[in-house]
Structure formats: C-alpha cells, structure tokens
C-alpha cells in the first residue's frame, strides 16, 4: 500500500511539473508589452527648457523657457507613432510641425518665419519610450540665421500643460 501511495505521489509531483513547464511560457508571453499593446503620445506635454545660451557660439546666456507641446499620434507621417505637432508658448503665436519616433528617439520639429524674414527652425530630441508614451530629457534647439539657441528639455508627463 505504501508503494501504491508512493507512486500516485510521483505521478501527481510529474503533471504538476508537467502543467507548470507548459503555463510559465504562457504566462510571460501574455505578460511582455507587445506592439499592439503600445501606448499612445497623442497628449500634451509640459516642455521646460533651461541651461539655454544663445547666439552662434553659444556664449550669450539666455532665459529660460516653458512651452506646451502638443502631439497627435495618428500615424501620418510615414511612422507608427508620427503625426502633427503644436509647440504653444505664452508669448508668441503656436508653432506648427510634425513629430516622429525613430526607434527610442522622439523628434519634433517646428518651422516658422521670424519678424526680419529669416526661416526659423525649432527642434526637440529627446528618448521616447513607447510602451508608456512617455518622453525623457532631451534637447531644444532654434536655428534662425545668427540667432541661435539651445538648451536642455525636460519634458512632463502626459497631459502636464497647465491651460
């Protein structure tokens, strides 16, 4: 009888091992982001610039800055996560442009013209990540003839803009 016992106790620890070698794969496949499970950038987001020095050698101090950038995420740019961006800032008109991420970078630009007629150029590049939707500390840049300027850009998290 201890026999019996014995191996019905061998073969209950052999299906349990059995049944626990076939779901722990499941389980951490279901468990790991996949694309489909991507997050959206379609939000807004806080944009604090610091650390800025202007002019083309980059040895004028200048003030720091705040925007809200705003993203829609619909694809139409010729990535997954691409679309139309808007730069807002409390003293000038909004920026308009496109944003794209490439890999773990997110990249928005911005073009406009500047009251003397030169093309002015704004940029973002910051890391991106996907699976939250969410941006790091990156650089801002503004390109406009002599007048240039950069600086670091903290981003915030979604939806951060004050209105």
């Known amino acids: 009888m201890h026999d019996t016992l014995e191996r019905k106790k061998n073969k209950m620890?052999?299906?349990?091992?059995?049944?626990?070698?076939?779901?722990?794969?499941?389980?951490?496949?279901?468990?790991?982001?996949?694309?489909?499970?991507?997050?959206?950038?379609?939000?807004?987001?806080?944009?604090?610039?610091?650390?800025?020095?202007?002019?083309?050698?980059?040895?004028?101090?200048?003030?720091?800055?705040?925007?809200?950038?705003?993203?829609?995420?619909?694809?139409?740019?010729?990535?997954?996560?691409?679309?139309?961006?808007?730069?807002?800032?409390?003293?000038?008109?909004?920026?308009?442009?496109?944003?794209?991420?490439i890999g773990k970078t997110i990249v928005a630009s911005f073009g406009t013209g500047s009251s003397t007629g030169e093309a002015v150029t704004v940029v973002l590049v910051a890391p991106a990540t996907v699976s939250t939707g969410t941006i790091g500390v990156g650089i801002y840049e503004l390109a406009a003839g002599g007048n240039e300027a950069s600086g670091l850009a903290t981003f915030g998290a979604k939806n951060s803009c004050s209105n």
Do not use: W
């Open 13 to 101: 620890i052999r299906k349990i091992l059995a049944f626990t070698a076939t779901v722990l794969p499941l389980l951490g496949f279901a468990l790991t982001a996949s694309p489909a499970s991507a997050q959206t950038f379609t939000a807004n987001y806080n944009v604090s610039v610091t650390q800025t020095k202007c002019g083309i050698a980059g040895n004028i101090i200048c003030g720091n800055s705040t925007y809200c950038l705003v993203l829609t995420d619909d694809g139409s740019f010729g990535r997954p996560h691409s679309g139309p961006a808007t730069l807002n800032s409390s003293v000038s008109s909004p920026l308009l442009g496109s944003f794209q991420v």
